[in-house]
């Protein structure tokens, strides 16, 4: 039986571009010989379709899709994923299903047994769980047909995997008596660079605790702020990987079922983590885009590391040509940001405007001038700037068509110290789940080992929001390095401040970074989506209310 993996990059709720493009894999296996292709979760809608699928005329197009994808199948069969109705009348109204096509027919419906509601995931909200375990017989051989969580006995606490928490329902328990001679698993298994390790391991102790080969087709994509990476294996039944298909690109390969256990095991190169997160954001800014409608971006350069590094990954995913620059100096900017500013467009060959808005900045003060009489400047004054600077950013954006990108790290996220309606302005937050810490080594690698593109006085100089005179950003925090690791306990790992005080002798800065970063929930309740690549970024995947006190 000759196998074929087709990992694609599905859009959300666009059936007949998903439905087509299964067509047109389907076609490619047929030229090839293939006797099965096999379809990542969810695929005829694309994952995770969310509250579309409490709508029934999209149940009722999912439905029209897999019709349509039916007719294709003479002389092949197929695995393809989609929601299907639930026909009983207790439990949720659909299912998670993979479906089993063979000759123009719907030979078995598969559900997903264990759904996630971990994290970034919410599944138990729309599906009803699988309490029917079969196996499907074609050509001869037996498969047992998973969906993602279905292949993972291991129970995720804490954003960790613990391994001796098994699920009662584990599908493969009772597949694994029907002796099948392959698995196959259909997944949408999201990015995270801390969990791909934890994935794949995953994959192969199972190939290795049932001696059966494992056949995994994942996801490619973004859809808003979560990255599926792809990286779909074939393993042997000795927990070998003999097939490993692109990371974050579409990709379609093929191997003979009976040459699985014979295969030698491949040599995969471990790869640098910057590399994937380099790769991760520039698929999420290209897909945000693309499947938005968006053809070009503007960004706001300040000639700091962040608004670099942002123009830097634009250009990776739009081109030169579609990227378009804003610089904003006012009184406080330094003569050295605005040439590094300038620099970086040049480097970037970005076209770019210059705009000061030393005239709109004393305008306000003007203004605000009889209300704030009596008071000292302060913090209202540099918010006020940055609130200008989101202004000129959003009207251009507006007049022209480009889509606005976030510039704002995980670090100043966290603690609160960006401007809501001025720097926290955007359409999509592009680096809101790195560190400053991380934002300095990924701007090194892209200089490295993609381009020398971001001048090295913006990765060396001492940031500063330049909002005032001679403005520092050690000047009310601590130093990166300390903050982001007490940020990295606190929000990755959870751990409480006593915890804490365990790993970094600091109490008092450990309570003050808490502090802020549980007084900053309102700001991030209004900021832009986050593309993820940790395991817990701001968002969907850490959900806090904002009013309490803990």
Known sequence: MKIALSQLNFHIGNLNYNSEKIINAINKAKTENVDLIIFSELSVC?????????????IKDCNDAINKIVIHTTGIAVII????????????????????????AIIKTVNKTLLPTYDVFDETRYFEPNDVFEIIEYKNKKI???????????????????KDILFENNPLKYLSKCKPDFIVNIAATPY?????????????????????????????????????????????????????????????????????????????IKQNKYADIYKALVLGVSDYCEKSGFKKAVIGLSGGIDSALTLAIAVGALGAENVDAILMPSIYSSEHSVIDAIDMAERCKIKYHIINIEELRLSFDNSMSG??????????????????????????????GHILLNPSNKSEIAIGYSTMYGDMNGAISVLGDIYKTE?????????????????????????????????????????????????????????????IEKLVNNRKTINSVIK???????????????????????????????VAKF
């Open 144 to 162: 047992a047909l998973t969906i993602c969580a279905d292949l993972w006995d291991e129970q995720r606490t804490n954003g960790n995997f613990t």
């Open 516 to 546: 802020l970063v549980n007084n900053s929930e309102f700001k991030r309740f209004q900021s832009p989506p986050i593309i993820r690549i940790s395991s817990k970024a701001f968002g969907t995947g850490r959900k806090m209310p904002i």
């Open 371 to 400: 209300v704030f009489e009596g008071t000292k400047q302060d913090v209202t004054e540099e918010n006020i700037q940055a609130r200008i600077r989101g202004s000129v950013l959003m009207a251009y954006s507006n007049k022209f």
């Open 439 to 499: 934002v300095y080594e990924l701007a090194n690698y892209i200089n490295q080992n993609i381009k020398n593109i971001i001048p090295q006085n913006t990765i060396t100089k001492a940031p500063s929001a330049e909002l005032r005179p001679n403005q520092q950003d050690n000047d009310n925090l601590p130093d990166y390095e300390l903050l982001d690791r007490i940020l990295f306990e606190y929000i990755e790992n959870q751990l409480s401040a006593n915890e």
């Open 46 to 58: 694309g994952y995770c379709p969310l509250d579309m699928l409490e709508h029934r005329n999209f």
């Open 192 to 268: 995270s660079f801390r969990h791909a390790k934890i994935h794949e391991d995953i994959l192969i102790n199972n190939a290795k605790k049932y001696s059966t080969p494992i056949i995994y087709v994942n996801q490619i994509g973004a859809n808003t702020d979560l990255i599926y990476d792809g990286g779909s294996l074939v393993i042997n039944n000795k927990g070998q990987k003999v097939i490993e298909a692109n990371y974050f690109e579409e990709d379609f390969t093929s191997i003979n079922l009976d040459d699985i256990n014979q295969l030698q095991e491949i040599q995969v």
């Open 81 to 104: 994923g989609s929601p299907t109705i639930n026909p009983h009348q207790k439990g949720k109204k659909l299912y998670n299903s993979a479906i089993f096509i063979k000759n123009q």
